[in-house]
Structures are given as structure tokens and as C-alpha cells.
């Protein structure tokens, strides 16, 4: 699953990544962003569909909601289900997009507690983490945009972490998850391969949604544990 994640690099460097257009959002690193928060997502215009930078809620607020005060708002959309939920398969059928991460969180049971990990892509560039978007009219006319991150069975390197990851779109596959027919989409809800990603472990002050600064992703190995960053 994918529960917390680092998006730290600026507006400006994602535009040349990704190869947006338009005005950059006004945004701030940070290195511990949680469900309900903002985050950067690189979408199509739903008018233009010039590729673009935008800052979304994080936890999809779908469309048809009459009462947002009560509505579920979840972070993560199964890739089983997706595009047949009736929560999610509007989305994905018109509206997906990337989530760009230097890191992903997430927590493994040990002899002493639940583990904090941090998992990144084994080439040093951002993770682009496959998501939906969703657009919510409100009473006062309001739009409210949210999104969620994609999940799929976990390759064999993650599992020791957990049985789930967030989807991983490769850059060749950029304009097919963002434009491209439902059908083909559907061929990228796979896991990553083992050589794409490492993790390694990072100490506890990661759980503390208040805690955030670069200090988060450092590693944080015990003397004699053996942990080392993987890939």
C-alpha cells in the first residue's frame, strides 16, 4: 500500500521531468506528506489536455458525492478493482495521473515494533507513482480536486515489506497512463521490477506526521542488523 510518501523536488525541475506546460503551482518540499494533505500531481488538462502540474487533496472525493462531510475519501484504489468500482472506474477511465516521489514510506512488524522504510527507485530519479483524479463540485459551487494512489501486488523484492505497493509507470509508459485508452492502461497494473526500487530502513520520527525535513530518509541501521539499502 502506499500510506505516506516524499515529494521535495520543485515545481520548476518537475515541469522538465515530465515535460509539463503551463503555470507552476506554488509548492514546498516535504519530505512526510499523509492522506488528506496537498501533493503535486502531473495530469491532463480536462480541456486542453496539455500535460501540467496541479496540487491536489490527497484521498479521492469522488464526483457523485452529495455529502463530502461524510464521504469515504480513500488514498489508495486497488488495480484489481479500479476500473470496475463504481467509486474509482470513472477516474480511471478519464482522469488518471502521475504522482511524482522521491520515496515512499512504509512499515514493516519486527521483535520490536512496527519498522519505518523508505522506498525509492534504484536509479536516483523521482518514482512516478501511478494515480486518479477526481474533480467534486460542491453546494457553494466550490471544486474540491483529490486523488488517489494506484495499488498492486507487491514484487518479490517489497513483499518481505508488505503485500501491496503503489503502482510504479515507467517513463516510457508516461503518455499511455495519462492519455491512453482505458484498455491500455489496464496492461500497466503490474508490479515493478525488482531491479527498479531499494528500500532501506529510516528511523521512527517518520511516524509523526509533524516531523518533516530531509532527516526522515536518512538510514538509520542498527550496528549489527545487517539492513542495508537494497536493489
Known amino acids: 500500500m502506499c500510506g505516506r510518501f516524499a515529494s521535495v ?9 515530465f515535460a509539463t506546460e503551463g503555470p507552476l503551482p506554488d509548492t514546498q518540499p516535504s519530505w512526510n506528506i499523509a492522506p488528506t494533505q496537498p501533493a503535486v500531481v502531473v495530469r491532463r488538462h480536462p480541456q486542453t489536455a496539455a500535460r501540467q502540474l496541479s496540487v491536489l487533496n490527497w484521498g479521492l472525493l469522488a464526483s457523485f458525492v452529495k455529502d ?16 470496475t468500482s463504481t467509486l474509482f472506474r470513472g477516474a480511471f477511465a478519464r482522469r488518471r495521473c ?15 515494533g512496527k519498522q519505518p522504510f523508505a522506498v525509492a527507485r534504484a ?8 494515480g486518479i483524479w477526481e474533480g467534486h463540485r460542491g453546494a457553494d459551487g466550490e471544486i474540491t480536486r483529490s486523488f488517489a494512489i494506484v495499488t498492486v501486488p507487491a ?62 530518509l536518512a538510514p538509520d541501521v542498527p550496528g549489527d542488523s545487517g539492513l542495508l539499502a537494497l536493489g
Open 9 to 17: 523536488l520543485p515545481a520548476d525541475e518537475l515541469a522538465r521531468i
Open 68 to 83: 463530502p462531510a461524510s464521504a469515504r475519501r480513500p488514498f489508495n484504489a486497488r488495480a484489481e478493482t479500479v476500473a
Open 98 to 112: 502521475l504522482v511524482p516521489a522521491d520515496a515512499y514510506y512504509e512499515w514493516r512488524t519486527e521483535p520490536a
Open 123 to 130: 536509479d536516483g530519479t523521482p518514482l512516478a507513482l501511478g
Open 155 to 216: 514484487n518479490e523484492l517489497l513483499r518481505t515489506l508488505h503485500e501491496r505497493a503503489p503502482l510504479v509507470v515507467e517513463a516510457a509508459d508516461w503518455a499511455t497512463w495519462l492519455g491512453g485508452a482505458p484498455d491500455d492502461a489496464l496492461h500497466l497494473l503490474h508490479p515493478a521490477g525488482d531491479a527498479c526500487l531499494r528500500f532501506w530502513p529510516v528511523g521512527k520520527a517518520v511516524n509523526n506526521t509533524r516531523n518533516n525535513g530531509p532527516e526522515l
